[in-house]
């Protein structure tokens, strides 16, 4: 099983800033990986694909960049609504054997 | 506008079983594989199980054996059939659709089980 590690577990970063979060997989995964945002009692909600690729509405402060075993997340200028709990998941196995991490929450400073 | 709707969740006994639904609108149900995912309180997310649109399933070995993946096409619905439920099963279960096996590009809002005596 592939093992995604996401770091830091707690964020904190004021609004207007910058946020960077990462994600590091235990085998190469090339650029199967995606990210979600979750906050509580929502849908997780998918922000980017293939490493890179925002999904369909998301905002371009979201940036996603990175292959095979390291990649990141950037918010380039919090809003208050990114404040949510971030999760990456890789997708690169068959038959599928999909593997989140353990989410990096990004708060309020 | 896709939508998917989780329904089915309570309160069981260890060892019993529950069945989820997830209704499906607003897209070519047929066409998608589709998944379901958990998330314990205050843990992460953890992928359950599978299903293609061929109707070929997967799950992880957590939930092998115990947990059934199914859909019914002509009612654009997924199920989730899960037997001799544990403790440790206890989680808000959500259900995604798949984009070609790749990543999750749609979630419903989840539906809790609790597995408790």
């Known amino acids: 099983e592939i093992v995604m590690t996401q770091s830091p577990a707690t964020l904190s970063v004021s609004p207007g800033e910058r946020a960077t979060l990462s994600c590091r997989a235990s085998?190469?995964?090339?650029?199967?990986l995606a990210w979600y945002q979750h906050k509580p009692g929502q849908a997780p909600r998918l922000l980017i694909y293939?490493?890179?690729t925002r999904a369909t509405g998301i905002p371009a402060r979201f940036s996603g960049s990175g292959s095979g075993t390291e990649f990141t997340l950037t918010i380039s200028s919090l809003q208050s609504e990114d404040f949510a709990v971030y999760y990456c998941?890789?997708?690169?196995?068959?038959?599928?054997?999909?593997?989140f991490g353990q989410g990096t929450k990004l708060e309020i400073k | 506008e896709v939508q998917l709707v989780e329904s089915g969740g309570g309160l069981v006994q260890p060892g019993g079983s529950l069945r989820l639904s997830c209704a499906a609108s607003g897209f070519t149900f047929s066409n998608y594989d589709m998944h379901w995912v958990r998330q314990a309180t205050g843990k992460g997310l953890e992928w359950v199980s599978s299903i293609g649109t061929a109707g070929d399933t997967y799950y992880p070995g957590s939930v092998k054996g115990r947990f059934t993946i199914s859909r019914e096409n002509a009612k654009n619905s997924l199920y989730l059939q899960m037997n001799s439920l544990r403790a440790g099963d206890t989680a808000v279960y959500y259900c995604a659709r798949g984009h070609n096996w790749n990543h999750f590009d749609n979630w419903g809002q989840g539906t809790l089980v609790t597995v408790s005596s």
């Open positions: 085998q190469n995964v090339s650029s199967n």
């Open positions: 998941q890789q997708y690169n196995n068959w038959p599928p054997l999909y593997t």
């Open positions: 293939g490493a890179s």
